[in-house]
């Protein structure tokens, strides 16, 4: 529903554009009418609408004077100037002062059904954008008035639901994410950190808790493939929207502490099973690495941590525990070889090997070269040229954007890590593998779409590596601004 505030200092005028809205426009409510300019200033401080339709001459404030209050004190509210055929050209004038559009009179319904429709899409927009800047808000903690919410969100209760595919969301580089919305044309709401991951919000009005569940179901079984594994997790409870900050954040945290390393995860929240603890084997192993951290005896470590990996992948141990003994091990190795070498570094590689290991396999293979590469004494992987080594593989890149591609697959076409690979994106391109294979996958698409804007946009997603439509349609908007299709059709009006 959005509001409108009808200003003119004739009765019969006033009426008559206030009945051809309510008759003709059943999603438009009229909160307020005025007289005049500084009446209608009033009337907004109590409640601000989205639309203003105004007469030009006005005794106290004329309509001009008043579009340009309006525009100062509330730049979202579009204004529209309605006057008479000898103030035509004055009204015209009045575009530059922030007017949207503008009116003759006498008005008749077909004029305003030829005004609203661009007005109702430039306001499905900008609701658009406010709801997914709000829910970013919501899905961060922030506690959002219930009267502001139920503007831009339908009324009633809700469920939720968080996909993540692979590891945790990066911590250390916020140059590799991107955002992801839904499409304006979806009735489910979410946000996802970066690309991989999706925090649900699910209106009761549209979906029942057993669509919910069908829905993460379906979610949970698409994502999964070789290269991958999905965690799901259902809250169980329908709440109220002004809740949802707080059901956020107790799915963030579920998250955190179920992510398993090449586990495949479908969860209820009330599955939560407790914290992680220590056996004795896994003691003595992890006493055993520090000790030979403290004395140097690098040889023997890396055979500790095939050990220590082994126990930690069939105890089935969490990311987030796995990581910190890691990186403990990795500041113990720093602080006993007194290292120059930077721990930030150390840390952007760690978190890429969690970010893109499919299997605990992958990860030990990436993390065991990390904790080498820490100690000066074991040998380096020699890179002789790494600006040519990563022209070939952006080379590599652009000629297969159509077939799915992993890191994994392109350090073993051009026979070097993970880690090596990563930093050479993160030093020359400034940003990480994964959104550099976004970025040029999506201007490619976006290339496509110039030469053909009729195209369908399944075709053009595939042409670059998308298989699923929609999710290439979430990516792109995320990235462009727009939606393809909304893309496309600029190009044909072009």
Same mark, same amino acid.
Not at 440 to 457: C, F, G, L, T, W
């Given at each position: 529903m959005y509001k409108a505030i009808v200003v003119d200092d004739e009765p019969t005028s006033l009426e008559h554009v206030c009945m051809i809205l309510e008759r003709n426009f059943p999603e438009v409510h009229i909160i307020g009418r005025a007289n005049h300019g500084e009446e209608a200033l009033e009337l907004m401080k109590e409640e601000p609408p989205d639309l203003l339709f105004t007469d030009v001459r006005m005794p106290v404030m004329d309509g001009i004077t008043l579009v340009k209050e309006v525009k100062k004190k509330y730049p979202k509210v579009l204004s529209v100037i309605i006057s008479g055929y000898s103030e035509f050209e004055y009204a015209r004038e009045a575009l530059g002062a922030g007017v949207c559009d503008y009116l003759l009179k006498p008005l008749t319904p077909s004029d305003m059904n030829q005004l609203m429709e661009p007005l109702v899409k430039q306001l499905e927009g900008l609701f658009y954008q406010e709801r997914n800047e709000m829910l970013k808000r919501m899905c961060g903690g922030e506690q959002l008035k219930e009267e502001t919410l139920v503007r831009y969100f339908p009324k009633g209760r809700y469920y939720s639901a968080i996909c993540r595919k692979n590891g945790l969301p990066k911590r250390f580089n916020a140059m590799s994410s991107v955002e992801l919305f839904p499409l304006k044309e979806e009735r489910i709401y979410f946000y996802g950190r970066d690309e991989l991951e999706a925090l649900y919000l699910f209106p009761e009005v549209f979906f029942k808790k057993e669509d919910v569940n069908t829905i993460a179901q379906t979610v949970f079984n698409n994502a999964r493939d070789e290269h991958s594994y999905m965690t799901t997790i259902v809250y169980p409870h329908s709440f109220t929207l002004d809740e949802f900050a707080q059901i956020a954040r107790k799915l963030y945290q579920r998250l955190d502490r179920s992510i398993v390393v090449g586990? $495949? +995860?479908? *969860?209820?929240?009330?599955?939560?099973?407790?914290?992680?603890?220590? $056996?004795?084997?896994?003691?003595? *192993? *992890?006493?055993?690495?520090?000790?030979? %951290?403290?004395?140097?005896?690098?040889?023997?470590?890396? +055979? %500790?941590? +095939?050990? *220590?990996?082994?126990?930690?992948?069939?105890?089935?141990y969490g990311q987030l525990y796995i990581e910190s003994w890691v990186k403990h091990f990795c500041r113990l190795i720093r602080n006993f070889w007194e290292l120059d070498q930077d721990m930030i570094e150390t840390e952007y590689a760690i978190d890429d090997a969690f970010y893109y290991a499919h299997t605990m396999e992958n990860l030990k293979e990436n993390i065991l070269e990390i904790i080498e590469q820490c100690i000066p004494d074991l040998g380096k992987e020699p890179v002789n040229d790494k600006k040519q080594l990563l022209q070939s593989v952006k080379s590599h890149l652009n000629r297969n954007l159509a077939k799915p591609m992993t890191i994994n697959e392109i350090c073993r076409e051009f026979g070097i890590s993970q880690t090596v690979l990563s930093k050479m994106f993160r030093s020359y391109e400034n940003t990480s593998f994964s959104n550099y294979l976004t970025g040029? /996958?999506?201007?490619?698409? +976006?290339?496509?779409? /110039?030469? $053909?804007?009729?195209?369908? %946009?399944k075709d053009v997603a595939e042409r670059v590596g998308y298989q699923d439509q929609f999710y290439f349609s979430r990516i792109f908007r995320s990235m462009v601004g727009v939606s393809p299709s909304e893309y496309m059709d600029k190009i044909q009006k072009k």
């Open positions: 586990e $495949d +995860q479908f *969860l209820t929240k009330e599955e939560y099973a407790g914290e992680m603890k220590k $056996d004795k084997a896994e003691s003595e *192993l *992890l006493e055993k690495a520090e000790y030979m %951290v403290r004395y140097k005896e690098y040889g023997k470590i890396p +055979q %500790v941590f +095939q050990e *220590l990996f082994r126990m930690w992948e069939g105890q089935k040029i /996958r999506i201007k490619k698409a +976006q290339e496509h779409m /110039r030469n $053909d804007p009729s195209a369908y %946009v």
